[in-house]
């Protein structure tokens, strides 16, 4: 039998631990932590990585630093050098908790992305930080009433008009859930540094909780709605607003907490976190009907509660699971679309890693990158390399 881990901090949903022999493992000689979380440079990278036009990682952490809000870092693909480059939650209305997929660089280096709390109304901030050390808080959500949202979970994504695109979790349509509001999807203007109110989720909508970074095709975007205690998943909406269109899951899936990725074939997909059945998550598909196809289930041995977004690289998807495993810490794994299986390519031991809660980003030249929100030697969560 296999001892179930302490669990993570960060998870927002309970998780069963792998009890079963573990599957086949890959051989995963390219995997190396490149940094181990200590407290002053934060804790808990709950959130992705992004490649920066620089060649660096940036990321950012939910917990401690300098004000206990969480940081904003830099780190080199070979791990030698970390950089703090903020401290959340400091005086003056900061955010906090940034829980950010991925962040947004421009061009010239400045980095985008929100926070969960803090701000005007501690509802969350969308923020920005210059190569010249300048940071600024840009919005805060809430300010308005929460008509353009509250406590987004999302990074922020540039559309074909120079908008960024993001969710904010709660807030929206006052009406929905009893006040509370099902969410929003929202647009932010870096020239003007003003947000608006692209698409509010309402009640008869029957989804809540929008989460995740949406991908933009043309005038339309998809997003996925983590569901809460409903029955979540994706949905699209045209960039004006109009043309909400949920996608039909119709075998049970209840949860879903990553954003949906695009293929060169113009499918959507994604991971669903659990299901109603015996399953621990699920890898799908939507095609351009909106037809939604699940392809592979997860039974706990071979990981279970999939949170990151899925990755494309060279023919295969790559993701992360939040648990379960040889370990029950969680996976990195790979599907090859139409296989029927995953390849585990690392299991976490908590001791190199525990509860992956983001997808990977690769630097083009065959290593794959990621972060897992707690474990290693301070239990504050690492930075990883794998090379499959």
């Known amino acids: ?171 929206g349509d006052r009406v929905c859930r009893s006040g509370v509001g099902c969410g929003t999807i929202f647009r932010f203007d870096p020239a003007t540094r003003t947000v608006r109110t692209v698409y509010a989720l309402r009640t008869d909508d029957l989804l809540s909780y929008p989460w995740g970074t949406p991908v933009i095709q043309g005038d339309t975007l998809a997003v996925t709605a983590h569901g809460v205690t409903d029955n979540g998943g994706p949905f699209t909406v045209r960039r004006d607003g109009r043309g909400f269109s949920p996608v039909a899951i119709g075998f049970g899936a209840t949860q879903f907490a990553a954003a949906v990725a695009r293929d060169a074939n113009g499918l959507l997909w994604g991971v669903s976190l659990n299901d109603s059945g015996d399953t621990q998550g699920t890898i799908f598909s939507v095609d351009g009907r909106g037809d939604f196809s699940p392809h592979f289930s997860f039974s706990g041995r071979d990981g279970a509660a999939p949170y990151g977004r899925l990755l494309f690289e060279g023919g295969f998807l790559y993701g992360t699971t939040a648990a379960g495993g040889k370990f029950g810490c969680g996976t990195v794994f790979r599907y090859a679309r139409g296989a029927g299986r995953v390849q585990t390519l690392h299991d976490f031991d908590c001791k190199d890693g525990n509860a992956p809660l983001a997808g990977l980003v690769s630097d083009g030249r065959g290593n794959l990158y990621g972060t897992t929100s707690a474990g290693g030697r301070f239990q504050n969560g690492t930075v990883f390399r794998i090379r499959p």
């Open 1 to 171: 039998m296999i001892r179930c881990p302490r669990p993570a901090p960060y998870l927002l949903t309970g998780l069963a631990c792998a009890t079963a022999v573990a599957a086949a493992q890959a051989p995963a000689a390219g995997f190396k932590v490149l940094h181990e979380f200590r407290g002053p440079e934060g804790a808990g990278p709950v959130g992705g990585l992004t490649l920066g036009p620089d060649g660096a990682l940036y990321g950012t952490t939910v917990d401690k630093g300098a004000y206990s809000g969480g940081t904003l870092f830099r780190i080199s693909t070979d791990g030698s050098t970390l950089q703090k480059l903020h401290d959340f939650g400091g005086p003056g209305g900061d955010g906090a908790e940034p829980h950010d997929d991925t962040l947004h660089i421009a061009p010239d280096g400045t980095v985008y992305g929100t926070t969960l709390k803090g701000g005007a109304a501690d509802a969350g901030t969308l923020f920005g930080w210059r190569p010249d050390g300048a940071y600024a808080r840009f919005y805060s959500f809430g300010a308005d009433g929460g008509e353009t949202g509250r406590e987004p979970r999302s990074g922020l994504v540039r559309g074909p008009d120079g908008g960024l695109y993001g969710t904010a979790s709660i807030g």
